[in-house]
């Protein structure tokens, strides 16, 4: 049974898809099969994948408004070399519409429900904000992963984070829970980083990822060239904590089985 995971931060810029697009990549070269949702409307994760938000001929809107099924949605080409729910500025557009429908936070749990099992692992790249669309993936999703950097502000974002995925569980989700927590950005040299990282470590235990994404070019340069950073260098360090994080996931999976 395919395990699915949002992907879900409400302050921007800490790398969220970065990590969608990253995490999937490496679970897929492990030979899984593995899905990526993008619903943020930027539709970065998109274009990181190798397709372009503006060609394709059906998106997440299909999926969430038209109820398209979902193999007539996806995308199977991708750098990657995982699935691909594409996005562009009309899923700004669903985000509207779902607002006149009825049960509008299980519209993407109902679109999935027939093809969970055809994938090992379904990541969803969420919008940074608390929307009806990152809703609709919580709903949908078994666990949350929180991508975060490791300052004071993130702190604060967290906590407001950890209140909605629990107010969503009681409500909408029983078995929401979160997956881990992901230190991203991280620079060693910076003192902030270090205490916060603590705090973490301090609050949350084992939820922390022993894996932290470093700050690296690569990272960053990656997604100008429409691919993943294993594919763009393998040998970067950003690369190799990507491929480290799909390891650490493999290998708690393993432990729950």
């Given amino acids: 049974m395919g395990k699915i995971i949002a992907i879900a931060n409400q302050k921007g810029g800490v790398g969220k898809t970065t990590t969608c697009v990253n995490i999937a990549a490496s679970i897929a070269?492990?030979?899984?099969?593995?899905?990526?949702?993008?619903?943020?409307?930027?539709?970065?994760?998109?274009?990181?994948?190798?397709?372009?938000?503006?060609?394709?001929a059906h998106s997440a809107y299909d999926l969430l408004i038209d109820e398209l099924p979902l193999d007539q949605v996806v995308q199977v080409e991708t750098t990657g070399g995982y699935h691909l729910i594409a996005a562009n500025s009309d899923v700004t557009a669903a985000e509207v519409k779902l607002m006149e429908y009825f049960a509008r936070e299980t519209r993407l749990r109902s679109a999935l429900a027939d093809y969970k099992d055809n994938y090992d692992y379904i990541f969803?790249?969420?919008?940074?904000?608390?929307?009806?669309?990152?809703?609709?993936?919580?709903?949908?999703?078994d666990s949350v992963l929180i991508p975060m950097q490791c300052e004071y502000y993130a702190l604060e974002g967290l906590t407001a984070l950890l209140d909605t995925i629990s107010k969503l569980a009681s409500v909408v989700n029983s078995g929401l829970k979160i997956e881990g927590i992901l230190r991203t950005m991280y620079d060693p040299r910076n003192r902030l980083c270090s205490d916060v990282s603590d705090q973490l470590k301090k609050h949350f235990g084992e939820k922390v990822y022993r894996t932290i994404i470093p700050?690296?070019?690569r990272l960053a340069e990656a997604p100008s060239f429409s691919t993943p950073v294993m594919y763009?260098?393998?040998?970067?360090?950003?690369?190799?904590?990507?491929?480290?994080?799909?390891?650490?996931?493999?290998?708690?999976?393993?432990?729950?089985?």
């Fill in 124 to 141: 969803i790249d969420c919008p940074p904000s608390l929307n009806m669309l990152t809703v609709n993936a919580m709903t949908a999703a």
């Fill in 29 to 56: 070269a492990t030979k899984r099969n593995v899905l990526v949702i993008d619903l943020d409307p930027q539709g970065n994760a998109t274009m990181g994948s190798g397709v372009d938000k503006y060609e394709v």
């Fill in 215 to 217: 700050r690296n070019i």
């Fill in 232 to 257: 763009y260098d393998k040998n970067s360090t950003g690369a190799k904590a990507y491929l480290a994080l799909a390891a650490e996931i493999l290998r708690q999976e393993e432990k729950l089985e």
